[in-house]
């Protein structure tokens, strides 16, 4: 069987034939087609769900952390952690495709934000407060003494 998608492509197409038939066989053809093809979507039934399943991510620091807390609160998803797992670890149970279009995607994008602001942020400390460039590139390299 067709996916669902070529199947309600079927439809509608059928049913603007039904709608602009010249003559009545013409429309009556297309009507009986068009019961046989919703038989067949009836058939089929609803689309089954993803079922949930329980994710893990271990994110990169405090900071990344909480923001994904915090998106998954916003989309109604409760985060959790298991005895002695690591700060850093966030698990899940959730559906994953609709999971990755909403709430990773977001993430990726907060999370690109918050890194390039506190990029900027310590590149000003650095250069400004403490006046040094912090390049690791102009450091001495030193042969250690076989």
């Not at 689309?47 to 991510?57: A, F, G, N, S």
């Not at 690109?112 to 450091?139: C, K, P």
């Amino acid at each position: 069987m067709r996916d669902q998608g070529d199947i309600r492509e079927r439809l509608e197409k059928l049913e603007a034939l039904f709608a602009r038939g010249a003559t009545a066989g013409e429309r009556a053809a297309a009507g009986a087609a068009l019961e046989r093809l919703q038989a067949r979507v009836d058939l089929a039934g609803p689309v089954p769900e993803e079922p949930e399943i329980e994710l893990q991510y271990s994110l990169p620091d405090v900071w990344a952390v909480r923001l994904f807390i915090a998106l998954c609160r916003k989309h109604g998803i409760k985060p959790y952690r298991y005895p002695r797992q690591r700060r850093t670890t966030v698990m899940v149970r959730v559906r994953p495709d609709a999971f990755e279009q909403t709430v990773l995607a977001e993430f990726r994008m907060l999370h690109r934000e918050l890194t390039s602001y506190f990029g900027e942020m310590v590149n000003h400390l650095i250069a400004n407060v403490m006046r040094s460039d912090g390049d690791d590139e102009t450091l001495e390299q030193r042969q250690i003494a076989p």
